[in-house]
C-alpha cells in the first residue's frame, strides 16, 4: 500500500510552522508497514488543493490530508472534498452534539460558524474529534482510501490513534512480509570512513537496507529488514547489528533516539559514580546536557565553569606558572583542571575542557576549534587534543560530543584513540 | 517569482527526521518576497527524485533541493542532476582544494570516496560548502533558477545565507509595491495581556499588519507594512513601532533575531561590567547561552554550578544553617548565592539560580517548578520568586530567561514587578 500525506497551510510554506504533521502521520503508517512515497505541502489556495488531491488520488492507494479544516475565512479543505468527490454537504448530528457539548463544558457561547462545522460531505464516514470542533472524514472508494484531518496537532494525533491506524489495520490485506528497524547511533567517526570500516555493504546485508544518517554529533545507522515472518526478521536484524558491532562497535554509543548524555547518566547511575566538571570555553554546555537529565543530582555532583585564569586558579588550584608558560589552552592546563575539580568535589570522575571556540582568540599557534579535554578517576590521568571548525556554536556541540564520548569510553574500557 | 523547494531523504518520509529544513528555506524566502507555493519531500529513489524534478521545474520559477548529496550508495540527487539537465561531471579543483584542507585540518586521511565530492556538474555554478564535502550547485537556464543543496541543516544554512539569498536579491525583478517588516521581541508578559495592553490594533496599524508569534521564550511581534517607496514603508514602520513602544516598551527587549543572551552581552559590554552567576537547577544552563555569544570572556567571570549542598557552602559561602532551615531551594539561599558568586569573582554583579526543575524533587510546600533568582551588585541585593511549570527542560529556558530579563531590567533601571 503506497500512501501520500497533503498538509496544507500558508504557515508551513513560509516557515512559520514546522512540519512535525507529516513526521508523525510518517511514522505511524511506516510502524504498520505502508509505504509513503511522498508529502506535499500546498497553500490555503483551492484551485491548489484541488491539484494535490487529483495528483495524489492518481498516483497512491491511500491519501491523508491534515489542515484547512478551521472555521475562518481562509480554511478551504472541505469545499475542495466535496468538489473533488462531487458530493454535497449533511448536517452530522452526532457531531453537532459533540459540539454543542464542548461549548457547554467551557461555558463559551455557540456560534452559527461552530454549528456549521457539523457539516461533513455526504459520501464520508465521519472521524470525531473529541479535542476540537472540526470533525474529519474517512472516504473509501473503488480501492482508495483518502482521508481528511484537521491540523491542529493532538487533535490529528487523537483521530489517528483512535481512528485511522486502527480501521487502516483492519482494512489492510494482510502482508506476507514483515519489515523490521533498528537504529544504532555512532560518534567519534565520519560518514566516509564508518562507510568504509563496514566494508562490502552487500556482504553485510545480504539483502537488508543500510542507511547513514549524518548531523554534526555522528552517524545513525538505519537498519531495514523484511523477512516473511517475525521471528526471522528479529534475526536478521540482530545478525546484522553483530556484524556492524564488530566492524565498528566502538563507535556506537547507543540505539534507537539515545543521546550520548542518556547514555553516560544510564552508565554512571549503574555504577554509583558521581561525575565533577570544569568547564573553559563550552561554558556550561557539557554541564547543561548532563543536567537535562532527570535525576542529574545522582551523578552530577558539581560544574565549574573556570571562564577567567582567576576561576582556574583560585577554584581549581591550576599553577599559575603552568598558565603563563603553557597558555590557558593547553595540555596541562586541561590536566591540571581535571585534576582540580575531581579533588575539590570528591567526585569519582573529573573532566575539564579548555579550548578556543572562535570566531576571535585564535593566536600563531592555537587555531580556533583547538580543545584539550582531561579525565581524571583514581586510575587514569589523561588529557587528549581535538581541532574541530570555524562555528563557535558547532564547536561547543562537538566538543561537549567528545568529551561525553571519553567518558563513556573510560567508563567502558575502550580505547580513546580512533 | 514563484519557488518551489524539494527535500530528499526517505528519513523524512518515515518521520525520522522533521523537516526543518523547508520550513528555515520558506522563511529565507518570503522574506526576500519569493513565494513558496509548494514543498515536496521525496524518498532516496533515483525515479520519484527525477519526475519531482520535472514536475517542480515546469511550475515555478525557482527550485530550491536538499539533500541526498553526500558520498554513500544511497544519495542521488548529483546523479539526478546530471540525467535531468542532460550534463557531465567534471572535477573542480577549488572544491577538491577545499575538502583536502577540511582533511588535513582535522587530521583525517582523504579518501576516494571524499575527492569524489569534488565532481561537479559541468552545467552548474558551484556553491562552496565551508562546513562539509558536498558544494552545491546554482543551475540558471531559460529564465529558471536551479539550486541544490546538502541536507545537513548547519551546512545548508550557511549556503543559503553567503550564497543563494544574496544572489537571488540581484537575480530579482524590482517591484513597484515595497513590503517591510519589523520584528519586536517581547519576554515577561503572556500573549493575552499584551494584546489587551495594546488597544485596538486598527487604531494602531491603520492598515498594516500585525502578528502574535508565542512562544516559551515570549512573544514576537511582526510589523507588516506594504507602501509605495521605500521612505513611506520605513517611516510606517518607525510610526508603528513608536506606539507599540508607549504601550509595551517594558516588556521589549530587542528586535529581529536578537536573543535576550545578545541583548545583555551588548548592555554589559558598553558599560564595561563582568558579571558572574552561581547556578543549581538550570545546571549551567544560563551561563552557556551568556557564553555562546562570541566574546564573551570580555563580560562573563566564571560560573559555579554548585549542585550539591557541599558546593554551595564551600565555594559560594552559602551558610549551612540557612540552607537547614530554609532548604536549598529558597530566597535566603539565592541571596547567599548570588552575594558568594559576586564575593568570590570580584564580578560587578552576582546572579543566582536554585529551584525544582522536575518531574521528581518536590516536597509538601515545594512544588516542581518553584524557582529562586537572586541578584546582587554594588546598590542592590534581591531575590524574586517564580513558579513555572511542570516540564525539565522548558523550565529551565523559562528560568533562563526570567533570570536574563532581570538582568536587563536591573541594568536599565526598569522595575522588576510586572
Sequence with gaps: MNAQIISIGDE????????NNAAYIGQQLDEIQINVNKIIVVGDKPDAILREFE??????????????????????????????FNTELV????????????????GREL????????????IATT????????????????????????????????????FVIPRLQQTMPMRDRVRKRKILQT???????????????????????LAFLPSQFGVKLRITVEESNDEAAQNKLVEIEQKI????????????????????ARLLRERGMK???????????????????????????????????????????????TIVRHGAVSLDVARQMAEGVKSISGADIGISITGIMGPTGATADKPIGLVYIGYYDDKVCTAKKFVFGEDRILNKQRTAQAALDMIRRFVLGISIDE
Tied chains: 1, 2.
Design 12 to 19: 508551513l510554506l513560509i516557515g512559520q510552522t514546522i512540519n
Design 55 to 84: 495528483l495524489s488520488y492518481v498516483s497512491s492507494d491511500l491519501v491523508i490530508t491534515t489542515g484547512g479544516l478551521g472555521p475562518t475565512h481562509d480554511d478551504y479543505t472541505r469545499e475542495c472534498v466535496v468538489k473533488f
Design 127 to 162: 472521524i470525531r474529534n473529541e479535542n476540537g470542533t472540526a470533525p474529519g472524514y474517512w472516504i473509501e472508494q473503488s480501492d482508495k482510501i483518502f482521508i481528511v484531518l484537521p491540523g491542529v496537532p493532538y487533535e490529528m494525533k487523537a483521530m489517528m490513534e483512535s
Design 275 to 321: 561525575i565533577a566538571i570544569a568547564e573553559s570555553c563550552t561554558g556550561g554546555y557539557v554541564s547543561n546536557l548532563l543536567t537535562n537529565i532527570s535525576g542529574s543530582s545522582h551523578f552530577f555532583e558539581r560544574g565549574i565553569i573556570a571562564y577567567s585564569n582567576a576561576a582556574k586558579v583560585e577554584i581549581l588550584k591550576v599553577d599559575e606558572d
Design 187 to 209: 560518534t567519534g567517526i565520519p560518514e566516509s570512513l564508518l562507510f568504509e570500516r563496514l566494508g562490502s555493504l552487500d556482504e553485510l546485508l545480504e539483502g537488508a537496507q
Design 245 to 264: 558491532r564488530t566492524k565498528a562497535g566502538r563507535y556506537i554509543f547507543g540505539q534507537g533516539d539515545d543521546t550520548l548524555q542518556q547514555v553516560i
Design 111 to 122: 456560534t452559527k460558524i461552530n454549528e456549521n462545522q457539523a457539516l461533513v460531505p455526504k
Design 91 to 106: 448536517m452530522n448530528f452526532d457531531v453537532l452534539d459533540d459540539i454543542k457539548k464542548m461549548f457547554a463544558k467551557r
